[in-house]
């Protein structure tokens, strides 16, 4: 734990975690933006929001990319940090179990976990279609980057206004 608390004191942690889930969601966040609508399509292929009314679902097609570049402005920026790395964190956290049941339920119940990794969908991440174990990996990664620059104690590569 000493190890953690020295490393994260140098500010490097932190300022590779900004960089990296900064651009991720730039990158994506700016895909969506163009065309929300694979976004929507993506959104109702989950299954877990409401349909009716329809205007509910898209307008987090249209706001959630919006929010995403938002945050990766922040991150990038250092300003608002913690408000940003709490939004990504909170995405993140809800998304990559959304895409692991998408996965399941391509794969059907009576087919071996590992089948998983052979499953390709659209996740609506703005990345067209992509594996889906790798895909969870890059999310879990990205959970944990976030989780840093939020909890993160350094003030060195804080940059900012306070965030």
């Keep these: 734990m000493e190890l953690?608390?020295?490393?994260?004191?140098?500010?490097?942690?932190?300022?590779?975690?900004?960089?990296i889930v900064g651009f991720t969601f730039l990158y994506y966040?700016?895909?969506?933006?163009?065309?929300?609508?694979?976004f929507l399509k993506s959104l109702k292929g989950y299954d877990v929001l409401p349909l009716h009314p329809s205007w509910v679902i898209n307008s987090l097609a249209v706001v959630l990319p919006w929010v995403e570049v938002m945050c990766a402005a922040a991150l990038l920026s250092g300003i608002q940090l913690r408000s940003a790395a709490l939004l990504t964190t909170v995405m993140l956290a809800?998304?990559?179990?959304?895409?692991l049941?998408?996965?399941?339920?391509?794969?059907?119940?009576?087919?071996?976990?590992?089948?998983?990794c052979d499953v390709v969908a659209?996740?609506?991440?703005?990345?067209?279609?992509?594996?889906?174990?790798?895909?969870?990996?890059?999310?879990?990664?990205?959970?944990?980057?976030?989780l840093w620059a939020l909890l993160?104690?350094?003030?060195?590569f804080r940059g900012g206004l306070g965030g």
Excluded: H, M, Q, Y
């Design 4 to 19: 953690v608390r020295k490393l994260d004191a140098t500010g490097v942690p932190l300022l590779l975690a900004r960089i």
């Design 29 to 38: 966040g700016a895909e969506k933006i163009g065309d929300p609508i694979p």
């Design 94 to 99: 809800v998304f990559t179990p959304l895409i």
């Design 101 to 116: 049941n998408l996965g399941l339920s391509l794969v059907g119940t009576e087919v071996a976990f590992e089948s998983l």
């Design 122 to 146: 659209d996740c609506g991440c703005g990345s067209g279609k992509v594996r889906i174990c790798p895909k969870l990996a890059s999310n879990c990664g990205l959970l944990a980057l976030s």
């Design 152 to 156: 993160s104690r350094a003030t060195r």
